[in-house]
């Protein structure tokens, strides 16, 4: 990603396919000692904000030592706490990229292609695919699968401006599998109506990308306290709403254009199908035969 490394500052290392503070935290949370981990958990409680914290602030949040919270930085691959809070800055400013700032950085970047030379054009998006799956949480991808799966629980989706089309396609496919399965209502009226209702019994997948949404937040947030469980489906740079998530599923675009790729995700959404049909078993085999016998009779194929 065009200018990642200098924001991380010159003693860190990207991890495998993603250059965010927060996926580090996450990535590297159980190979830290008990003291490290409360460090984590309060970055992450208060993220980005903690972050910015003086090393003696931190520790007093964290209720750890200062030498505590600089070991945990470099843990994490940065030479100290300034180069951490360099790498924070650096993210920051990444999130929040706009579709121009994106347009204006990566138009260098824009080349011609050549008769013939149509193959190339694939080249950053599969290393886009396998950045992605390198780099997503088997126990995070499990916990998606198993919510999704019991029958007991409904299952709604969510999503913002330039993501309710990707949680609308998750809905659609898994209405394929499975009954109760739901987009929470954009009008204001119906979305109270509806967020009033969840429960334990309620999975909550939220579509969160940078420029990260409030809308989008506010309805995770809810879910949270009313026990309902949370699948956070964003970007490398890792939306707010993953604080309150019970399992997050990370998506890794390099920058080419005004807008991030959709194709990570969409291929997500594609390995979560393919899964769930599996998982699911012959209920989802039934449900499949009933769907083609009605739309049959309804004249729609």
Not at 85 to 94: D, H, V
Not at 98 to 127: I, K, N, Q
Not at 212 to 231: D, G, H, I, P
Request: charged fraction near 25%; proline fraction near 5%; glycine fraction near 6%.
């Amino acid at each position: 990603m065009t200018g990642s490394r200098e924001a991380q500052g010159a003693g860190a290392e990207a991890a495998p396919g993603t250059d965010s503070v927060a996926a580090r935290i996450r990535e590297r949370m159980g190979d830290c000692t008990p003291s490290e981990r409360k460090v984590a958990r309060t970055l992450l409680a208060a993220y980005p904000v903690a972050g910015f914290e003086t090393v003696a602030g931190l520790a007093e949040l964290a209720e750890v030592s200062g030498a505590t919270v600089v070991r945990f930085t470099t843990r994490l691959g940065y030479s100290g706490f300034p180069d951490f809070q360099r790498a924070l800055r650096g993210e920051l400013e990444q999130r929040s990229a706009s579709p121009m700032a994106l347009y204006e950085r990566t138009g260098l970047a824009r080349r011609e292609v050549a008769p013939g030379g149509l193959a190339s054009l694939a080249e950053d998006p599969v290393e886009d695919l396998r950045a992605t799956f390198a780099s997503l949480s088997d126990h995070d991808f499990g916990t998606t699968v198993e919510a999704i799966a019991n029958p007991k629980h409904r299952v709604w989706l969510v999503g913002g401006r330039y993501s309710t089309f990707l949680a609308e396609y998750l809905a659609a496919s898994l209405q394929q599998l499975r009954p109760a399965v739901q987009m929470v209502p954009t009008m204001a009226s119906l979305r109270a109506a509806t967020v009033t209702g969840f429960d334990a019994k309620d999975v909550v997948i939220a579509f969160d990308f940078r420029r990260y949404e409030a809308a989008t937040r506010s309805v995770v947030q809810l879910a949270k306290s009313r026990k309902s469980t949370v699948v956070v489906v964003t970007d490398r740079w890792v939306s707010p709403c993953a604080t309150d998530a019970d399992a997050v599923l990370t998506s890794v675009a390099s920058e080419r254009g005004p807008f991030d790729s959709v194709l990570p995700v969409m291929a997500l959404i594609e390995a979560l199908f393919e899964t769930l049909v599996t998982r699911i078993g012959d209920p989802a085999r039934d449900r499949i035969a009933r769907i083609e016998r009605t739309a049959q009779q309804l004249e729609v194929i």
